[in-house]
């Protein structure tokens, strides 16, 4: 038993070693330091003369040293002693098309290829070596012929990637669905890898390409799951309402789940695409037997309603609760409720009330913390900070680390902002910056470059103390204190740095209240104020949609989309607003 222990642990000893010689080789190696590098990489050859890793990077570390001949001898008396591993070949055509003997190379490579109608299971290994020396071609042969010598094997997969980085698309395309074809079991890979040349507009060619080949497969070999990926397709070009009839399709066809359906739907709400959304929900709603799946569709009705300023919003909600009550299915239905009473209808104490009742019959915490989340907002809505604190402490210490958590703590965050603690504002935000939620790290980090960057220098006022006076207006709903507030610092603060965040704040306001002219003299004068400043191209897509969207001035629009198209590449409204042009101009998107 002792002897056994004791073979045990000079295994493991020995196995540590040798990584840690690989890894030193390893290190060396990529960082040019090549002499080294070969004397670690030949003790661990010659102790594993298998190891094709350390075979190859012993060979590298010849050539780049210029030691050719040696490679040669080297790479030879291997395939002397084993000629039937033909991937050797691969390793000896290259080392003499690095001397430029070109005819060599290609004879080595073509005894590689020719191994495998002996000896097919060596493809994978064959076609990886020719695709690390960007032998992309002689990669996809092996590929290919492994495959046609051996029907088990599937290297589509492998193929579609160099096809990729060929820039053949057509062919690319071609291998991921064939992929998808023979094992569905793929479809989430070629959805990752496919993603990577894809765009969210539909005029682009490689998004053409990919539906013709989708369509030109489900034509030749109809099955669901092209249905399935033509509604991705759709889905990224956010063209939901294409995606929602290949969805619709597919439920018909299996009358199985709703699932892709309300996925879709959140999809298309999160985007504003409130229109398209409402029609996923609206679906549901009639389609479904099942009470949570109504509930959770008329949620997402509620909030269409509630975001599109919908007139019978109140009498939808009563309906909604006199259909489905007031219980425990319909928590987040009260949630959305009381933000909308809050918000919208300015009656605070009656959502403050029926969150309070709702918190007295929710058993898990998650639900308890939104609706802590939402009271808390209702009391900052209401001045009541110290309480509003309160409820959001108690989430942070609940929920430690989760999603819930850090929403609790971003308002933590801006609600001291808003009573002008910046210095407690700024040590939550520096946390949140770091948040796995993208959008709250997103907010963290706004508010956080707000706040350093309109800091007061040596006590002298800057106007941060005001906007945030604003900016608590604004998330009261109280607009036309906040358009006075930021027109006083408009005033008072005039050159300093917090002067066309306020101008463009204030815009975004009047519009809000419909006050079309004043907001386009505010937004250029964000423009002529600071012509290389942060908000340029948020000022240009403001004035574009402002146009499009309420003035109805089509051409004013396509003026500063194109703006934003051709002066700001870097913009994240730059394909929003390329595709926004391209309707106007009358493509067909």
């Known amino acids: 038993m002792k002897n056994f222990i004791f073979l045990i642990f000079i295994t493991i000893t020995s196995i540590s070693y040798t990584q840690n010689d690989y890894l030193l080789g390893e290190n060396y190696y990529r960082e040019g330091e090549y002499e080294k590098a070969t004397q670690i990489f030949t003790k661990l050859y010659s102790k594993n003369p298998f190891n094709t890793s350390y075979l190859s990077r012993l060979i590298s570390c010849y050539q780049e040293t210029d030691q050719f001949l040696k490679a040669e001898n080297l790479l030879k008396s291997i395939i002397k002693k084993n000629p039937k591993r033909g991937f050797l070949h691969v390793f000896l055509g290259y080392n003499y098309q690095r001397q430029q003997f070109n005819n060599l190379a290609k004879n080595h490579y073509n005894l590689a290829l020719n191994s495998l109608d002996k000896n097919a299971n060596s493809g994978g290994i064959i076609g990886r070596i020719f695709k690390d020396y960007n032998l992309l071609d002689n990669s996809i042969l092996a590929y290919e012929k492994a495959m046609s010598q051996n029907k088990n094997v599937n290297y589509s997969f492998q193929i579609a990637q160099i096809y990729g980085e060929k820039g053949d698309f057509k062919k690319m395309f071609e291998a991921y669905i064939n992929l998808v074809d023979k094992t569905e079991t793929y479809l989430s890979l070629v959805k990752r890898y496919t993603s990577k040349y894809l765009t969210d507009d539909a005029e682009n060619e490689v998004n053409i390409l990919f539906r013709k080949t989708l369509l030109r497969k489900s034509a030749s070999n109809p099955k669901d799951i092209w249905n399935v990926l033509l509604s991705w397709l759709f889905t990224q070009q956010k063209d939901y309402r294409k995606a929602l009839t290949q969805e619709k399709a597919l439920y018909q066809r299996s009358q199985a789940d709703l699932g892709a359906i309300f996925d879709l739907g959140k999809i298309a709400f999160e985007n504003k695409n409130y229109e398209e959304a409402k029609e996923c929900f ?174 007061p220098v040596d006590s002298i006022p800057s106007g941060l103390k005001q906007y945030s006076k604003a900016a608590l207006l604004a998330f009261q709903n109280k607009t036309q204190q906040a358009i006075d507030t930021l027109r006083v610092i408009n005033k008072k603060f005039k050159g300093h740095p917090i002067e066309d965040e306020a101008l463009f704040k204030q815009a975004k306001l009047l519009i809000k209240q419909n006050n079309f002219d004043a907001a386009i003299i505010n937004l250029e004068k964000v423009i002529t104020l600071k012509p290389e400043g942060i908000l340029i191209d948020d000022a240009y897509y403001e004035l574009a949609e402002l146009y499009k969207n309420h003035l109805k001035n089509t051409e004013k629009a396509s003026e500063y989309y194109q703006k934003i198209i051709f002066d700001y590449s870097s913009s994240i409204f730059l394909v929003d607003a390329r595709k926004k042009y391209r309707r106007i101009r009358g493509d067909k998107v």
């Open 282 to 455: 609206t679906f549901i709603n009639q389609t479904t037997k099942l009470s949570e799946e109504k509930i959770a569709a008329n949620l997402f009705i509620a909030k269409i309603a509630v975001a599109t300023n919908s007139t019978d919003t109140e009498n939808l909600f009563k309906s909604l609760f006199k259909e489905f009550g007031k219980n425990i299915f319909t928590l987040k239905l009260q949630v959305v409720y009381a933000d909308f009473l809050t918000f919208s209808k300015n009656k605070p104490n009656e959502a403050k009330a029926i969150l309070e009742h709702a918190l007295q019959f929710s058993q898990s915490k998650f639900d308890k913390a939104r609706i802590k989340l939402k009271l808390g907002d209702i009391l900052v809505f209401t001045g009541s900070y110290n309480k509003a604190l309160i409820y959001f402490s108690q989430i942070q210490t609940q929920l430690k680390n989760h999603e819930l958590a850090q929403k609790a703590r971003f308002k933590v965050a801006q609600t001291s902002y808003f009573k002008g603690d910046f210095v407690w504002a700024k040590a939550q935000l520096k946390v949140l910056k770091g948040s796995t939620t993208q959008l709250i790290a997103n907010d963290a980090l706004e508010l956080f470059l707000t706040i350093t960057d309109n800091e």
